[in-house]
Every structure is written in C-alpha cells, then in structure tokens.
C-alpha cells in the first residue's frame, strides 16, 4: 500500500534543527531537479515579482523570502511542516507509535519544490506550489512529470496507491501504470450533490487517519473496506458549528489506464 498526498501552503516555519541535506531525502535520483529550482529560486528572490509568480497575494508576499534562505534555515520533518486541513486532520502526532511508523513506510507526500518527499525528511519553510510557472523552467508539473514516473514507476510496482492528491500534483504524475484508488468526496443535500473542495481536504485527511490503521501491505480489498466502514462513523464539526458526516462510500469498478494500471474512484458522499 502507498499513500500520495498532496503538501499543503500553511506550513510551521521551524525555529530550530538542522539544515536541508538533500542527500537525505527519499528517492535521491531527484536530487539534480531539486538543486535546479532552488537556484531557480534564489534568481527569482522575494520582491513583487516573486509574489506574482509564486501566487501569492499580498497578505502573504513576505512569505517568499522563506525561499531565499532554503539552504540556512531550518529544518522539520514533513509530518510536522505542513498544517493544512489535511494535516490537520490527519493528526499525525496524535496516532499511536506503531500508526506512526507505518504512515512513514505508506506515505509520500508530492511537492513542487522537490517534487516526492517522505513524511520523516527534514524540511525548510518554503513557497512554491505545482501550480507555479518558474522564469526558465516552465510549469512545474509537466517539469517534475519524466523525473516522477521513473521513480515512482519502480516504487509502486505491485502496491495499491491510495491518491489523496490535487489536480496539480496529480498532474505531475499521472502514473498510468499503477493500480489507483482516487479519494473524492461530495456533499449531498435534498437529494442533490455538488462537489467539496475545502472540506475534501478535510475528509481525505480522515481516510488517511483511518489506513494508517492497516498494515503496509494491505491490498485494494482490505483497503476499501477500511474506508466503506468510515460511513456512518466518522464526522467532524466546521468552525460554525456544524457537523458534517459520511452517510455513504460509493465504490467505483476499476478502469483500466495506458500503460497496465487501472483507476478506481472512492466516492465519501457527505452530508
């Protein structure tokens, strides 16, 4: 079983520990395309233009000089990194050890910055999501798109995938050789449904929580019913108040993809 998440933009600058060491990070083959965007960076710098490139608005355009400072700042662990509503709801500090320890083996977490890292490898603040169009590299999605597949290809032969990704870090590899299960979720009221994005985070983020349960090796079976069984007994509360549950997973038949993969959506219909 792997797990591929998405990262998230809020993130908990680091206040101490040690510096990025690239040789350090998983799938060490990214490590010429991740030494070229941080020059990348750097040349870019943290003025007005960077803020448009990086798309940031102008609340948070002083976050791009986090970008300036990768190779002297400290470093976290990717599990303590990334605070946004996945993360949040995922709640790694709060699993048990052994929970823990398999979401480390299971879980990659795809970046625009160094396009694959795992939940344990210590990272700087940063600001560049796949969705950015560097000057001199182009967009980042179709930049990290050959890197990807080559390494996650040997990575993910015979696993199931669980994709709890965005579009754009889908896009970056849309592995049409791996056995996928897509995790979607929508609201239905009054009998009509209407697609989620915030709270979707939110829900991935809880089926995350819930497989970090299974052994590393469970397959697709073990796996669906893992999540089917959420229906009707996992909720949360938004900050107005209101409780929102799983009333139904909906389970699709896998479709074959191009290359010997095939894809499976896994439907949460929340209320």
């Keep these: 079983m792997l797990i591929w998440l998405p990262p998230s933009e809020s993130k908990l600058a680091p206040r101490q520990g040690p510096l990025l060491d690239l040789d350090s990070l998983t799938l060490p083959g990214l490590r010429a395309p991740r030494e070229r965007l941080i020059e990348a960076l750097a040349e870019l710098g943290s003025g007005p233009r960077a803020a448009e490139v990086l798309r940031l608005g102008p609340a948070s355009a002083a976050l791009a000089r986090a970008n300036e400072a990768l190779l002297t700042s400290a470093c976290a662990p990717a599990s303590e990194l990334f605070t946004g509503v996945l993360f949040d709801a995922l709640d790694f500090a709060s699993l048990t050890d052994g929970e823990q320890a398999r979401l480390r083996r299971c879980a990659l977490v795809f970046s625009g910055l160094f396009g694959v890292v795992a939940l344990d490898d210590a990272l700087p603040d940063h600001r560049l999501a796949m969705g950015v169009r560097l000057p001199g590299i182009g967009g980042l999605a179709g930049f990290w798109r050959s890197a990807l597949d080559e390494e996650l290809r040997v990575r993910a032969e015979g696993e199931t995938v669980i994709d709890?990704?965005?579009?754009?870090?889908?896009?970056?590899?849309?592995?049409?050789?791996?056995?996928i299960i897509r995790i979607q979720?929508?609201?239905?009221?009054?009998?009509?449904?209407?697609?989620?994005?915030?709270?979707?985070?939110?829900?991935?983020?809880?089926?995350?929580?819930?497989?970090?349960?299974?052994?590393?090796?469970?397959?697709?079976?073990?796996?669906?019913?893992?999540?089917?069984?959420?229906?009707?007994r996992v909720a949360f509360t938004d900050a107005k108040g209101v409780p929102h549950a799983i009333g139904a997973v909906e389970i699709g038949d896998a479709l074959p993809a191009s290359q010997g993969g095939s894809v499976r959506e896994l439907v949460l219909v929340t209320d």
Aim: charged share 25%; proline share 6%.
């Design 164 to 179: 709890a990704r965005s579009g754009p870090y889908a896009a970056a590899c849309p592995a049409p050789w791996a056995r």
């Design 185 to 232: 979720a929508v609201r239905e009221r009054a009998g009509a449904r209407a697609s989620i994005s915030h709270d979707a985070k939110r829900w991935r983020g809880l089926v995350v929580r819930a497989l970090a349960g299974l052994a590393p090796e469970a397959g697709a079976d073990v796996v669906l019913d893992a999540v089917a069984r959420m229906a009707g």
